[in-house]
């Protein structure tokens, strides 16, 4: 285990709600990332938090947004859910400057389904 | 971050080493070569990284070709624990901590 959870396990959703995903990241990291994950597809990159502030974005909508906590728990947001939003979302820790590579660490993911 | 090429799938013999490569012709100078892999229902895991000399770790071993255009990632005694998928990976460090995972190739160790 990578000491990342993520909560909840699974969950479903009906088209145009909003949910909030949750994330803790590894005891001391400072930067964590989120991705989403289709089915039978490999992990894309949604965000990045680093101290608190938003660095570095891939290509999703603005209703995807994020918080970071002090404690450095995180989490994650998506508003007016779609069909295509049902996947599996990770998020991974690291102690880093976002300007460097350190070893990331993933949580389990929360399965959303969107009916 | 540079394009990677793997087979979709792959299997492998329990005991025996199991080779997959990974090709990434347009790499640049800069870019490192990450292998993580994903056992079902979990999340990604890292195993090694490496520029341009030959690594090895108490997973895997990483070998990357002399011009840096294609590498393999050696598991020299396969388990069944080994089934996962293994994703190659190219970025610069500077990036920052993002990934950009392809569709990795789906390997299975059979007993």
């Known amino acids: 285990e990578t000491g990342v959870t993520q909560s909840p396990t699974h969950l479903i959703k009906t088209r145009g709600q909003q949910v909030t995903l949750r994330c803790s990241s590894q005891?001391?990291?400072?930067?964590v990332s989120w991705y989403q994950q289709a089915l039978g597809q490999g992990p894309q990159f949604i965000f990045q938090y680093y101290r608190e502030e938003e660095n570095g974005r891939g290509n999703f909508p603005p209703r995807f947004s994020g918080l970071q906590f002090p404690n450095y728990s995180s989490e994650l947001n998506v508003n007016a859910l779609e069909l295509d939003d049902s996947a599996l979302y990770l998020c991974?820790?690291?102690?880093?400057?976002?300007?460097?590579?350190?070893?990331?660490?993933f949580g389990p993911g929360t399965r959303l389904t969107v009916l | 971050d540079a394009k990677t090429t793997q087979p979709p799938s792959m299997d492998c013999a329990e005991g025996r080493a199991a080779n997959l490569p990974c090709n990434h012709s347009?790499?640049?100078?800069?870019?490192?070569v990450y292998w993580y892999r994903q056992i079902h229902s979990q999340g990604p895991q890292y195993i090694i990284h490496g520029l341009k000399n030959n690594e090895t770790n108490e997973m895997a071993s990483l070998i990357i070709t002399e011009d840096r255009k294609s590498s393999t990632l050696i598991l020299p005694h396969a388990t069944l624990r080994d089934t996962a998928v293994y994703y190659c990976i190219v970025r610069v460090v500077a990036a920052g901590n993002k990934l950009t995972f392809g569709g990795g190739t789906r390997v299975l160790v059979k007993p």
């Open positions: 991974a820790s690291s102690l880093a400057d976002p300007s460097s590579y350190n070893e990331q660490f």
């Open positions: 347009t790499i640049s100078g800069n870019e490192y």
């Open positions: 005891s001391g990291h400072n930067t």
